[in-house]
C-alpha cells in the first residue's frame, strides 16, 4: 500500500515543481519532489523483499517512467532559456500524465493480491512498459 501511495506521491509532485517553475518560485515545490522521491526510492526498497513478482514488474514500468520524468524535470529546472524551459516542461507533463494508467495497473494487481478485488479489471494490462526515451517528448 505504502509503494502505491508514494508512487503517487511522487507522481504528484513533479507537476506540481513544474508548474510552479513556469511562475517562478518554485522552492517549496523542489523541497517535496526530493522529500518524495527519497519516500517512493526507500518504499520501493522495502517492497522488493515482500511484494509478488507480478507486482514489482508492472511497477518497475512506473518507476521507469517517473525516473524519466525526473531527469527531464531536473533538466528543464536548469534551462535558462524560457521558451525551451516551457518546452520540457510541457514533454514532463505530459509523460507524468500517462503514468497514471499505468498507476492504475498496478494498484488493480495489488488488490487483486491482497483480496479486495475478486479479478482484474477488463482493461488491465500486464504489458504496458517502460516509455521509449526516442518518444514521449525526448
Same mark, same amino acid.
Given at each position: %500500500?505504502?509503494?502505491? =501511495?508514494?508512487?503517487?506521491?511522487?507522481?504528484?509532485? %513533479?507537476? +506540481?515543481?513544474?508548474?510552479?517553475?513556469?511562475?517562478?518560485? *518554485? $522552492? =517549496?515545490?523542489?523541497?517535496? #519532489?526530493?522529500?518524495?522521491?527519497?519516500?517512493?526510492? $526507500?518504499?520501493?526498497?522495502?517492497?522488493?523483499?515482500?511484494? /509478488?513478482? +507480478?507486482?514489482?514488474?508492472?511497477?518497475?514500468?512506473?518507476?521507469?517512467?517517473?525516473? !524519466?520524468?525526473?531527469?527531464?524535470?531536473?533538466?528543464?529546472?536548469?534551462?535558462? $532559456?524560457? &521558451?525551451?524551459?516551457? *518546452?520540457?516542461? &510541457?514533454? #514532463?507533463?505530459?509523460?507524468?500524465? /500517462? #503514468?497514471?494508467?499505468?498507476?492504475?495497473? !498496478?494498484?488493480?494487481?495489488?488488490?487483486?493480491?491482497?483480496?479486495?478485488?475478486?479479478?482484474?479489471? $477488463?482493461?488491465?494490462? @500486464?504489458?504496458?512498459? @517502460?516509455?521509449? @526515451?526516442?518518444? +514521449?517528448?525526448?
Amino acid at each position: %500500500m505504502q509503494l502505491n =501511495a508514494h508512487d503517487r506521491r511522487y507522481r504528484d509532485a %513533479m507537476p +506540481a515543481y513544474a508548474y510552479a517553475l513556469t511562475s517562478g518560485s *518554485a $522552492d =517549496a515545490e523542489a523541497a517535496e #519532489v526530493r522529500s518524495a522521491r527519497r519516500a517512493q526510492r $526507500d518504499t520501493r526498497a522495502e517492497a522488493q523483499l515482500v511484494a /509478488s513478482d +507480478a507486482v514489482l514488474q508492472i511497477e518497475s514500468h512506473v518507476n521507469a517512467r517517473l525516473t !524519466v520524468a525526473y531527469r527531464r524535470l531536473m533538466g528543464a529546472a536548469g534551462q535558462s $532559456d524560457s &521558451s525551451a524551459r516551457q *518546452a520540457q516542461l &510541457s514533454r #514532463v507533463i505530459a509523460l507524468l500524465d /500517462s #503514468v497514471i494508467a499505468q498507476q492504475g495497473h !498496478v494498484r488493480a494487481l495489488m488488490r487483486l493480491e491482497v483480496g479486495a478485488a475478486q479479478e482484474l479489471p $477488463d482493461w488491465y494490462n @500486464p504489458e504496458i512498459g @517502460p516509455p521509449d @526515451p526516442h518518444q +514521449a517528448g525526448s
